[in-house]
């Protein structure tokens, strides 16, 4: 059974940085594209980027709003995947997912439970 | 960026309705569209992908259609467990976007 679980949120000061995990189970982690997912109060669902397999070279790719700012992570000795989050301002406050495609030319059929990261103003 | 818009935003319905939820994308983006059903609390639940297949374990109720930049969800008949909020999503090209939302709520 493929299992994703966040950890690592809470409240941070504008300015700060945070580091999230996403601890993956039940499947080969190596294989699949892993994405983060954000969804602000009240707002729907935001892609935050994406860490890209090893048969597709380990690249990443950002959201905008995002890029330069965060920086996707994984170790595969660990099957997990991180969220590092600098310079981080209120409009950053969500719940952010760890997600994954089930295959190729698909989308988010897995998700973890969120975890809540809340910057105040 | 591909812009995902949704329409209607909200709409009240009757348990037994047949619903239609329309989402348009700036520019076409083939069949790589995706709908997501969510209820307060909980993550976006994937319905549909590739535009028109049923994702496993989904209910044949929930139908997609469309391709380029026009689709639809259909709901054939409207149950008490399907008022909750639509996504749409496009896969085309990065980054990857979703649409604003359509609540159905309970007439």
């Known amino acids: 059974e493929v299992q994703l679980v966040e950890s690592g949120g809470g409240l941070v000061q504008p300015g700060g940085s945070l580091r999230l995990s996403c601890a993956a189970s039940?499947?080969?982690?190596?294989?699949?594209?892993m994405d983060w997912v954000r969804q602000a109060p009240g707002k729907g669902p935001e892609w935050v980027g994406r860490s890209i397999n090893k048969a597709d070279t380990y690249t990443t790719q950002y959201a905008a709003s995002v890029r330069g700012r965060f920086t996707i992570l994984r170790d595969e000795s660990k099957t997990a995947l991180y969220l590092q989050m600098d310079s981080l301002r209120p409009e950053d406050t969500a719940v952010y997912y760890c997600a994954r495609l089930p295959s190729a030319y698909n989308s988010f059929v897995y998700w973890g439970q969120g975890t809540l990261v809340t910057v105040p103003s | 960026d591909v812009q995902m818009t949704q329409s209607p935003s909200s709409l009240s319905a009757s348990i037994g309705d047949r619903v239609t939820l329309t989402c348009r994308a700036s520019?076409?983006?083939?069949?790589?569209l995706a709908w997501f059903q969510q209820k307060p609390g909980t993550a976006p639940k994937s319905l549909i992908y590739?535009?028109?297949s049923l994702q496993s374990g989904v209910p044949s109720k929930f139908s997609g259609s469309g391709s380029g930049t026009d689709f639809t969800l259909t709901i054939s008949s409207l149950q008490s467990e399907d008022f909750a909020t639509y996504y749409c999503q496009q896969y085309y090209s990065y980054p990857l976007t979703f649409g604003g939302g359509t609540k159905v709520e309970i007439k």
């Open positions: 590739a535009a028109s």
């Open positions: 520019q076409g983006i083939s069949n790589y």
């Open positions: 039940g499947f080969t982690f190596s294989d699949h594209y």
